[in-house]
């Protein structure tokens, strides 16, 4: 591709992508304008062919959205900020694995004390912030949500969309949370750490009540894990295409090499 100008069909066929989607990428600023001849066509260079590769893989593992964010910010950037904004793509992957990683563990610890008495009921789990829900164990909400490190305007909302069910003391209204809404507000902290929205979280508190509920839920996580890794993968796979990229953004360099 070196030594002269390539053509919208020469970097549609380089890069994998459509005529239209190369113009509609460069519009969109994902590459940087192409040069023009004299009679008005576009003149590509290589580094317009290496950007759309490692949009291609960088779409995968941040999003469509945030890639073209990215990749149209950097053409503007020093290498330095351009270079940091892609690693933060790497730092926000690694958080969310740990967030699906951190309910794993608060699902475990709960199957573990399924049918166990807390001899300090009132404790909080140091490996994943839940509160205790050793028997005879309630709590109010203002206890509940220091134990889990929420609002109590978050366990409001909670019970309003049916996922968690805590009773009533009919003499002042007062939310009390028995074992099971305490262990409910567990499981929906852990999922909401993870990253489900409500629905999905309501779909997998729903599936708690089955015989192998956490063991369900605990699936999902790890499929979850596992699309992580594969996006995790892919920004590995850009790793060589966003240097080059970072290498076009150096003073004096022209992008059009």
């Keep these: 591709m070196e030594g002269r100008p390539l053509r919208t069909a020469d970097v549609a066929r380089a890069s994998g992508y459509s005529l239209q989607q190369v113009r509609d990428l460069e519009r969109l600023g994902v590459i ?21 590769r490692a949009y291609r893989s960088l779409a995968f593992a941040a999003g469509p959205v945030a890639s073209r964010h990215l990749l149209a910010d950097a053409w503007g950037q020093s290498p330095a900020d351009a270079a940091a904004a892609i690693g933060d793509v ?31 009921p009132r404790s909080v789990e140091g490996t994943d912030g839940g ?11 203002t206890e509940l949500a220091g134990a889990l490190d929420v609002r109590t305007s978050t366990l409001r909302f909670w019970e309003q969309e049916g996922l968690v069910h805590p009773d009533r003391i009919t003499s002042v209204r007062a939310r009390h949370y028995a074992p099971e809404a305490v262990r409910e507000a567990r499981i929906v902290a852990a999922l909401r750490r993870a990253g489900y929205g409500v ?27 596992d699309g992580i890794a594969g996006r995790t993968v892919a ?10 990229v970072l290498d076009a953004l150096a003073p004096g360099t022209s992008v059009a090499r």
């Design 235 to 244: 920004l590995l796979r850009a790793g060589s295409d966003l240097a080059d």
């Design 32 to 52: 940087p304008p192409a040069e023009r001849t004299g009679n008005g066509y576009r003149a590509y260079a290589p580094v317009h062919v290496v950007a759309l």
């Design 90 to 120: 790497h730092v926000r992957l690694a958080r969310e694995r740990e967030e699906v990683l951190h309910a794993r563990r608060a699902l475990a610890a709960i199957r573990s004390e399924a049918g166990a008495v807390d001899p300090n």
């Design 199 to 225: 629905r999905a979280v309501r779909e997998l508190m729903g599936a708690l009540g089955h015989a192998d509920g956490l063991e369900a839920a605990d699936r999902v996580l790890q499929s979850r894990l």
């Design 131 to 141: 509160a205790g829900s050793g028997a005879g164990d309630a709590m109010s909400i």
